[in-house]
């Protein structure tokens, strides 16, 4: 059987790089995939890093999602060459909290775009768990706001027949990494009421949900999956931290913590939003919401908790780049988050 092509956008990301493990391990079978691995630039350290890494199972292609033409030449060199592309997993560039997020937008619609006109079997779009679809119009942020569109976007394409799976990744425990994650938890400790939940996914059960997408993309077709290893309070993330370590979980001083949060009107607006979501999950306001999380269970059971997470890791705090997900020090005590 020929390989089917998937096309990885943000391949050398947290998500574009979990879903390639989840393939590279998968049962002989099941190792019927090959990867074309977007990137903007194929000489990049990351990029060479994760082509020496699952050399077997990728293969680079240089492209810019800002620039729909290049992408719909990967497309036609694919088709032109024998393996069309057969599936795309979408993972769009966070812009930043309050950052505008108009590329990020027309991004993922274009490439929706493209993939129904090159006719893939399965459209795989990373998108994020917001608690429903009530305040899709009215959300802060910018980003949540661009995510709902392109989600309409693929729907909307699904009835002129691109057969598309929506994935709702929870909170990533990998913000939780490094200095910056120290930050993270200080704001979420200090902002957040004692009661309040979140639900907390690691980044490698994302792909391992997306790969089964993949193996079995009808029985998940025009679905959307909600994705989260637990639901906890910042109390219970502590405690399980503990179990798994013996240590604390990494936290900045409540008082650095309020100040940041008194500086930073998007940090205020993250801490809303997770309000939010608590409360609509907890007052039946997005009632298909179970339904959607038991979806991502079936196509993943063992997702990790917390404290599986830090257990794996042996307690040691991976270390983010120094503006992951558009966040630095600098913004963070500027206010310019």
Not at 15 to 28: D, K, N, Y
Request: charged share 20%.
């Amino acid at each position: 059987m020929a390989k089917r092509n998937i096309l990885v956008t943000g391949a050398t990301g947290h998500q574009g790089q979990a879903l390639i493990r989840a393939l590279s391990e998968a049962t002989p079978g099941d190792a019927d995939f090959h990867c074309l691995a977007l990137t903007r630039n194929v000489a990049s350290p990351a990029a060479q890093h994760l082509a020496s890494a699952h050399a077997a199972l990728l293969t680079l292609v240089q492209g810019d999602l800002g620039t729909p033409e290049s992408v719909r030449t990967i497309f036609e060199d694919a088709k032109q060459g024998g393996a069309p592309i057969w599936g795309v997993f979408c993972v769009l560039a966070y812009p930043g909290l309050g950052a505008n997020a108009d590329g990020e937008r027309e991004q993922g619609k274009a490439l929706a775009d493209v993939a129904l006109e090159y006719g893939v079997s399965s459209f795989v779009y990373s998108s994020s768990e917001r608690a429903g679809e009530n305040y899709d119009d009215t959300a802060l942020d910018e980003s949540h706001r661009a995510k709902a569109a392109v989600e309409r976007h693929i729907k909307e394409l699904g009835t002129k027949g691109l057969p598309w799976t929506i994935l709702r990744p929870g909170f990533f425990m990998e913000n939780y990494d490094g200095f910056l994650g120290s930050i993270t938890v200080g704001i979420l400790k200090r902002g957040l009421k004692p009661t309040t939940t979140n639900h907390m996914v690691a980044v490698d059960d994302i792909g391992i949900v997306a790969a089964a997408v993949f193996k079995n993309p009808d029985k998940f077709a025009s679905q959307i999956l909600v994705i989260s290893g637990e639901v906890t309070t910042m109390s219970e993330q502590e405690e399980a931290y503990k179990k798994a370590t013996g240590r604390a979980l990494p936290s900045i001083p409540g008082l650095f913590a309020g100040a940041l949060i008194a500086l930073n009107t998007h940090a205020r607006g993250l801490l809303a939003d997770l309000e939010r979501k608590h409360e609509a999950r907890e007052t039946g306001l997005c009632p298909e919401f179970q339904d959607q999380a038991a979806a991502a269970k079936l196509a993943h059971p063992e997702m990790m908790t917390l404290q599986a997470w830090a257990e794996r890791r042996g307690g040691q705090s991976g270390e983010q780049k120094g503006n992951w997900n558009e966040v630095s020090l600098f913004r963070l005590i500027t206010g310019r988050l």
